[in-house]
């Protein structure tokens, strides 16, 4: 397999891709394309039929969007845990999963993810603030009824890859949160996969101003 992926500092779909694929534990290779570059632009259109990073490739498989990247290596690997076993608590890993796929569009865009920059006391808007609120409801509510293990179903798995980009946001735009969910951020941030990850965007010298905000 290989998963192509934009610049590890900034491309926060491409963190949930890539999370997808070292959680299955199956070996693969990955590339980076530069987003924002002529070689991004020149590239994508012959590994991505979206033009969008992440896209997998396993063999003649194509699959260009993260939460179906999910799915395809649960079922390749399915005892990598990435949906709980319960069936009531893998519905509502899958709600929680797909509402972060499709929602929070006023927080994605205020607070981009830029893992090399810290924001101590950036200003928060009302309707960013509304789904930081909705966010923290959604994991102190899982976190409740999550056996332990300090996940939001327990052990590390799809509903977490999918929020990991919000909890570098909330890291480095020094959001304010409840203590739950302030635990929740820390332990996906000590997560070895997260770290990884996060290591190798603070290495990187891309530059994309359209994602370096300043207060």
Known sequence: MKIYIGNKNY???????????????LPFEEEVIPLDTPEFASRIA?????????????????????????????????GAGFWPSDIADRARARSVAAEMHSGFTALRGALPMNIRKQFPNYPIQPDVQKNIDRIQHVWEDSLARAPEGGFLFGQFGAADIMFAPVVHRFNGYDVALRPQSAAYVQAMLAHSFMAEWADAGRAESWVIEADEVSV
């Open 11 to 25: 491309s926060s779909w491409s963190l949930r891709g890539w999370l997808a694929v070292k959680h299955s534990g």
């Open 46 to 78: 012959d590994v991505s039929p979206s033009r969008l990073v992440p896209v997998l490739h396993d063999g003649d498989v194509v699959i260009w969007d993260s939460l179906a990247m999910i799915e395809y290596l649960n079922e390749k690997v399915p």
